[in-house]
């Protein structure tokens, strides 16, 4: 069974970093891309960020520089590094595994608010 | 960047009922657009894929239509397990984008 299990969410002050953290179970996890998908309170879903079985990274505009995606496959894990946070990037964040098109296994997500 | 428009935004449907749900991208997106359901407290669940394809474990009563700029996901007879909010997403380029949403309420 497909799990991801992420991590590391939390309050934090505008100007802030936190590290996200995402397990994956019950698949190859080095053979597939991951992502982070994230949805603002009562929000739809905006892509954030995505990296490929090969480590090609893509970032979405709103986070550009400031976000770093990484990957550790023999942890099978998923990392999501956020620097200069503000407010607009509370949310819950979510890990999703996606073969490069959809968004096929999805996290139970984690919540980051970004406040003083 | 594909904007992606659902419409409507909120509706209202007696179980057993049918429901119609529209998307619309900005530019044509060919086949590769996805929907998602999600409840209350739940991450998004992958419905349908390439348009029309349903996703493992996905029920006959759910289906997609539609190619270029225009979408319809389809809920033949709604059960209760199916009152969420549905998103469409396109995969024809980066960035991968959402529809705001579409909630289906019990009328």
């Known amino acids: 069974e497909v799990q991801l299990v992420e991590s590391g969410g939390g309050l934090v002050k505008p100007g802030g970093s936190l590290r996200l953290s995402c397990a994956a179970s019950?698949?190859?996890?080095?053979?597939?891309?991951v992502n982070w998908v994230r949805q603002a309170p009562g929000k739809g879903l905006e892509w954030v960020s995505s990296?490929?079985?090969?480590?090609?990274?893509l970032y979405a505009d709103s986070v550009k520089g400031r976000f770093t995606i990484s990957r550790d496959n023999a942890k099978n894990s998923l990392y999501l590094q956020m620097n200069s946070l503000r407010a607009e990037d509370t949310a819950v964040y979510y890990c999703?595994?996606?073969?490069?098109?959809?968004?096929?296994?999805w996290g139970q997500g984690t919540l980051v608010t970004v406040s003083s | 960047e594909i904007v992606m428009t659902q419409s409507p935004a909120t509706l209202s449907v007696s179980p057993g009922e049918r429901a119609t749900l529209s998307c619309r991208a900005s530019?044509?997106?060919?086949?590769?657009l996805a929907w998602y359901q999600q409840k209350p407290g739940q991450a998004p669940r992958l419905l349908v894929y390439?348009?029309?394809s349903r996703a493992t474990g996905i029920g006959a009563r759910f289906s997609g239509s539609g190619s270029g700029t225009d979408f319809t996901l389809i809920i033949s007879s709604l059960q209760s397990e199916d009152f969420a909010v549905y998103y469409c997403?396109?995969?024809?380029?980066?960035?991968?984008?959402f529809g705001q949403g579409t909630k289906v309420e019990i009328k």
């Open positions: 019950g698949f190859i996890f080095s053979g597939f891309s």
């Open positions: 530019q044509s997106v060919s086949s590769n």
């Open positions: 999703a595994r996606g073969p490069g098109t959809t968004f096929d296994y």
């Open positions: 390439g348009a029309s």
């Open positions: 997403q396109q995969y024809n380029d980066w960035p991968r984008t």
């Open positions: 990296i490929s079985s090969i480590s090609y990274i």
